[in-house]
């Protein structure tokens, strides 16, 4: 009930910088946290970062003061800024968002399907 459709991965050199989008669609009553999280080839899949409603954010030590979590929403829509790049943060990136629909009164977490970042050295 709930679309993720996410966009902007890439091939980037070390160094470079991409930024990933989500767009949230569907019958949306609202929506609470929105966030990143990726996966390595043969890893579990780890948080990015997070954006609360209100606009707090939490990273992964592994990407703090490199990335970027925003939102705008009125678009229903998370953004992530990765600047400095590194070969390790070569991965499959997913949306991930906190939203409850017209029809429910229960808060549900919704996924992308994930868009790749590879990062050249």
């Known amino acids: 009930q709930v679309q993720l459709v996410e966009s902007g991965g890439g091939l980037v050199q070390a160094g470079g910088s991409l930024r990933l989008s989500c767009a949230a669609s569907?019958?949306?009553?609202?929506?609470?946290?929105m966030g990143w999280y990726r996966q390595a080839g043969g890893k579990q899949r780890e948080l990015v970062g997070v954006?609360?409603?209100?606009?707090?954010?939490n990273y992964a030590d592994s990407v703090k003061g490199r990335f970027t979590i925003s939102r705008d929403n009125a678009k229903n829509t998370v953004y992530l800024q990765m600047n400095s790049l590194k070969p390790e943060d070569t991965a499959v990136y997913y949306c991930?968002?906190?939203?409850?629909?017209?029809?429910?009164?229960?808060?549900?977490?919704?996924w992308g399907k994930g868009t790749l970042v590879t990062v050249s050295s």
């Open positions: 569907g019958r949306i009553f609202s929506i609470n946290a």
């Open positions: 954006i609360s409603s209100g606009g707090s954010t």
């Open positions: 991930n968002v906190e939203a409850r629909t017209v029809t429910s009164y229960v808060v549900e977490y919704y």
